[in-house]
């Protein structure tokens, strides 16, 4: 597959499968399984596993481009699509001891049959997923996990978790380990319902963990590792997939908004409201200079993860800050310009509005982000 396969792909399975579904869905709080198969089936869920694996061998710019184009017909199937991704670059970065265990996962990723995601959350450390609660207990050859995992996208619904908790002979708080655990795993059941404020079909619910047995060819890190492969291999692709989610909801918000100020009407005045009023064009205008922004914004962190250089972590840090930002103004302002029709659920808007909101909470948050570039700025340690 070519970047520009994988593209057209998920435009047209965005146009077929989740445009018209995404709003009841919404209403519903249902998370699209037809969505996650029409994915797997067109191979985008094995978009960045090599092709040795049966994968499609593309990076980051395929990925931004896939995410965008399902956001902006659906933000929730978006950010499904996000969370397996990442979780199969955790399976794919697995220590050696590993990397056989994990072989048959990853085809059964690459033939679009197993979905994916990442269980680093807890209650008890809250948004601060660095630093897990949760203690893994040695048990002969392998490890025991009692977790209180929140927030935890497609629960109920992923093949497989990519679970974090405190090596057990770890000294400090950081001192996580990445573990595989099958969906299927003794003592491992979703929690609770996930009804939010946004992304109300992604099935974000809480997931418990009671002794559950974890073999050692499923410990994906080294003791110790899983900070590192946090930071490394997942922090980059997550904040580059939130903003390519931010990116689709805006680009959402723009057309949905051209589109009413060139259909509604003052009778009146014989003129549509774009045609009469230049106070809402003018505040369009703000809307497409920040979704345009954001895109390049988007295009220099490709650029930077395709090429590391010394300012890459923070490109990093500052596009998923910004994407946060961006996705609530702009949402915000088309909220404001559609007015009535947007209020009352005439359109669409306000499912964008209230999805633009889960950019900004998701960990790292936009608070902690602008703390971990301030920090750097001034040569303070981030942790
Ligand atoms: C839709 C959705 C999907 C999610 N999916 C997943 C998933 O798949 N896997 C997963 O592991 N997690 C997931 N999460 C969890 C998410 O990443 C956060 O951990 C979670 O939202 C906890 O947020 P909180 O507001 O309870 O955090 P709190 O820590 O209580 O934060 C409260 C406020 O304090 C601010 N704050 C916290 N620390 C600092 C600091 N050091 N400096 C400045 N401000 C700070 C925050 O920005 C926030 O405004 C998801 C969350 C949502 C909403």
Redesign the pocket.
């Known amino acids: 597959m070519t970047h520009d396969v994988a593209v057209s792909g998920a435009k047209e399975i965005a146009g077929r499968v989740l445009a018209p579904a995404a709003a009841q869905n919404d209403k519903t709080g249902r998370f699209s399984t037809e969505a996650v198969e029409s994915l797997g089936k067109s191979g985008l869920l094995g978009l960045t596993l090599p092709t040795e694996l049966g994968g499609s061998g593309l990076g980051p710019r395929t990925f931004a481009a896939v995410t965008t184009a399902l956001a902006e017909a659906d933000a929730s199937v978006a950010?499904v699509y996000l969370?397996h991704v990442l979780g199969t670059a955790a399976i794919r970065a697995a220590r050696s001891g590993a990397a056989l265990a994990v072989a048959p996962t990853l085809r059964e990723i690459a033939a679009g049959r197993h979905l994916s995601?990442?269980?680093?959350?807890e209650a008890g450390s809250?948004?601060?997923?660095w630093t897990p609660i949760s203690r893994a207990r040695r048990n002969g050859g392998s490890v025991r996990i009692t977790a209180q995992?929140?927030?935890?996208?497609?629960a109920g619904y992923a093949h497989s978790y990519i679970v974090s908790s405190l090596a057990p002979d770890g000294t400090g708080p950081t001192d996580s380990t990445l573990y595989l655990i099958p969906a299927a795993t003794h003592g491992l059941s979703v929690a609770g319902p996930w009804d939010?404020l946004?992304?109300r079909a992604?099935a974000?619910a809480p997931v418990v963990l009671e002794n559950c047995e974890v073999p050692s060819h499923f410990q994906l890190t080294e003791d110790g590792g899983g900070f590192e492969a946090m930071l490394n291999v997942v922090l980059p692709l997550f904040n580059l997939g939130t903003a390519a989610v931010a990116l689709g909801l805006c680009r959402a918000a723009v057309a949905g908004t051209t589109a009413h100020l060139k259909s509604a009407r003052f009778e009146h005045l014989g003129q549509s409201l774009g045609e009469s009023l230049p106070t809402l064009r003018a505040q369009l205008a703000g809307m497409q200079i920040d979704t345009e922004g954001l895109a390049a914004r988007i295009d220099d962190l490709i650029g930077h993860l395709e090429k590391p250089r010394e300012t890459t972590m923070l490109r990093v840090l500052e596009t998923k800050a910004a994407a946060g930002d961006i996705a609530i103004r702009v949402t915000s302002t088309a909220m404001r310009i559609c007015g009535g029709a947007a209020f009352a659920k005439h359109m669409n808007i306000e499912r964008l509005f209230r999805d633009a909101h889960?950019g900004?909470?998701?960990?790292p948050?936009?608070?902690?982000l602008?703390?971990f570039i301030a920090r750097a700025l001034l040569g303070m340690p981030l942790f």
């Not at 995992?149 to 497609?154: D, H, L």
């Open positions: 950010m969370m995601t990442l269980a680093f959350s809250r948004s601060h997923f995992k929140s927030f935890v996208t497609s939010g946004g992304l992604n974000s889960a900004a909470v998701m960990a948050t936009g608070d902690v602008r703390e």
